[in-house]
T-cell receptor
């Protein structure tokens, strides 16, 4: 079975500082990894994905993620946080079966303090 | 560019009533997924369609739940005889194909009293 873990329920960072939201995964075979962001009472917005290729993936709104196969991690990063980045972030892995559904972590609430 | 839309955005119902939600995917997306998200958790897969065919259902989808996608465009999710445990956000997502990115709608938040 495939799974992802987000070890931090809450991350606080000061505006202008770099941010990291952690994600580790467990899959059989090649991992297909995603980050989504959710604002209050809204659906999920796609940020970025890793399928293959460069370990550093760039996405929307200045976010990037680093794929590390040896550590089975896919941490989300941003060099300089904005207050508007405050939201709930989900890491997900896509299954390799016919459905190709997403399996999500439990989410990390990011709060950027002004 | 229209994204995935869902209707209604909010639904309050009494236990035992039936409810139906609608999802309109992005045009030409032939894959459509339904997920359920409870408070403090990530979304969980319920079912998916490839065009009009429903190809897989999660064990989370009890017999009280039924989903359709009659013409391979919009989809409906019906819950019969609702229970308080059905209270959740129901999310719809669509993708161009099985290996493409899934894009989510705003969700329908259901509260069963």
């Amino acid at each position: 079975a495939q799974s992802v873990a987000q070890p931090e329920d809450q991350v606080n960072v000061a505006e202008g500082n770099p941010l990291t939201v952690k994600c580790t995964y467990s899959v059989s075979g090649n991992p297909y990894l995603f980050w989504y962001v959710q604002y209050p009472n809204r659906g999920l917005q796609f940020l970025l994905k890793y399928i293959t290729g460069d370990n550093l993936v760039k996405g929307s709104y200045g976010f990037e993620a680093e794929f590390n196969k040896s550590q089975t991690s896919f941490h989300l990063k941003k060099p300089s946080a904005l207050v508007s980045d405050s939201a709930l972030y989900f890491c997900a892995v896509r299954t390799s079966g016919s459905a190709r559904q997403l399996t999500f972590g439990s989410g990390t609430q990011l709060t950027v303090l002004p | 560019d229209t994204g995935v839309s869902q209707d209604p955005r909010h639904k309050i119902t009494k236990r035992g009533q039936n409810v139906t939600f609608r999802c309109d995917p992005i045009s030409e997306h032939n894959r459509l997924y339904w997920y359920r998200q409870t408070l403090g958790q990530g979304p969980e897969f319920l079912t998916y369609f490839q065009n009009e065919a429903q190809l897989e259902k999660s064990r989370l989808l009890s017999d009280r739940f039924s989903a359709e996608r009659p013409k391979g465009s919009f989809s409906t999710l019906e819950i019969q005889r609702t229970e308080q445990g059905d209270s959740a956000m129901y999310l719809c997502a669509s993708s161009l194909g099985p290996k493409e990115t899934q894009y989510f709608g705003p969700g329908t938040r259901l509260l069963v009293l």
